[in-house]
């Protein structure tokens, strides 16, 4: 089966740095994609890998190993704001999105 | 700017009634999806198009219909609500972009009782 992991809920400090982790077993790649979704509304696009290493993008930066099945997304200089669920989604054989269930992230001052 | 529209933002209706979820996109893209989301699961697909006059069924599609009469509308029926379709539903849409990016509308909390 096709399967996206990714941990249910991550604490860090305001100003710090946080890697939120995302592993995938999918029946082929097509990408893989991160979002952010605040509370209560819609998810909104970050990041996309599709080929091996780091994507850097401000504060946010996101790594992919296919080998692996693994992919990170980094935060850094935390902000209140950032506090949010960031989704983690990887592109099937299909060009269809699997998604995990996402990874809430708090922010605490 | 609109971007996606999606309507009603919230509803609760009886078991057993009909209800459409409309969705709108200014964005001229080709490709529009549904997908439900409830807590502790991933986004799940409902029914897509990656084109106007062709559809496509998702992970989840049992209970829902949808059509794409335009490019721009991508309306998501109900025949019989249950109370397990209470869910937020996303509408979506692809296209212009490399990596294939999605753009969300707002979402349409729905609640079957």
């Known amino acids: 089966g096709q399967n996206i992991d990714q941990p249910t809920e991550m604490t860090a400090t305001e100003g710090a740095i946080v890697q939120i982790n995302c592993t995938y077993q999918?029946?082929?790649?097509?990408?893989l994609f991160w979002y952010q979704q605040h509370a209560g509304e819609a998810p909104t696009f970050l990041s996309y890998?599709?080929l091996d290493g780091l994507e850097e993008k401000g504060r946010f930066s996101s790594f992919l190993s296919r080998s692996k099945g693994y992919s990170y997304l980094l935060l850094k200089e935390l902000q209140m704001k950032d506090s949010a669920s960031y989704l983690c989604?990887?592109?099937?054989?299909?060009?269809?999105?699997?998604w995990g269930a996402g990874t809430k992230l708090i922010i605490k001052p | 700017i609109a971007g996606i529209t999606q309507a009603p933002t919230s509803q609760i209706l009886a078991a057993g009634r009909r209800m459409t979820l409309r969705c709108t996109q200014d964005?001229?893209?080709?490709?529009m999806y549904w997908y439900r989301q409830d807590l502790g699961l991933g986004l799940r697909l409902i029914h897509y198009?990656?084109?106007?006059?062709?559809?496509g069924k998702g992970e989840v599609p049992d209970g829902y219909s949808v059509s794409r009469a335009n490019t721009d509308d991508f309306p998501l029926t109900l025949a019989s609500a249950v109370p397990s379709q209470t869910s937020v539903y996303f509408c979506a849409s692809s296209g212009g972009t490399d990596s294939g990016e999605l753009f969300f509308g707002e979402g349409s909390r729905l609640t079957v009782l």
């Open positions: 198009s990656n084109t106007a006059g062709t559809t």
């Open positions: 890998n599709v």
């Open positions: 999918t029946s082929g790649f097509n990408g």
């Open positions: 989604a990887v592109g099937d054989s299909n060009y269809q999105l699997i």
């Open positions: 964005m001229r893209h080709n490709a």
